[in-house]
């Protein structure tokens, strides 16, 4: 099994998650990365990238892709999602996201 662009999961995760999908890797599924959920307190603009609010409490054996997390706009909340701006190709995880014609 081909876990791509990547898995989504809460920061805050239980144990279950890691150990589900790491012992999914251990039988051959390849991850190719983390789209993590934390929503901590509301934003208003994006957030500086932050390792320690960003990976999950359990760590799990993939690289964090995508960051997603609250914001307030104008009195509306959204969700808002960053891309890891230390990946070496950011533009091939967009490319992913989005599925081809069928």
């Avoid at 509301?42 to 990976?55: A, G, K, S």
């Avoid at 909340?77 to 014609?101: A, G, M, T, Y």
Wanted: aromatic residues 8%; hydrophobic residues 40%; charged residues 15%.
């Amino acid at each position: 099994m081909k876990l791509l662009p990547c898995v989504y999961l809460s920061a805050k995760q239980d144990p279950t998650s890691k150990q589900n999908l790491s012992a999914a890797m251990k039988a051959g599924a390849q991850c190719h990365g983390l789209w993590v959920a934390n929503y901590g307190n509301q934003q208003t603009n994006l957030r500086p990238w932050n390792r320690d609010q960003i990976e999950p409490a359990n760590p799990v054996p993939c690289k964090v892709l995508i960051h997603q997390y609250a914001g307030d706009i104008a009195n509306g909340l959204f969700d808002f999602n960053q891309i890891n701006p230390f990946l070496e190709n950011p533009e091939l995880v967009i490319k992913r996201l989005i599925l081809p014609p069928a």
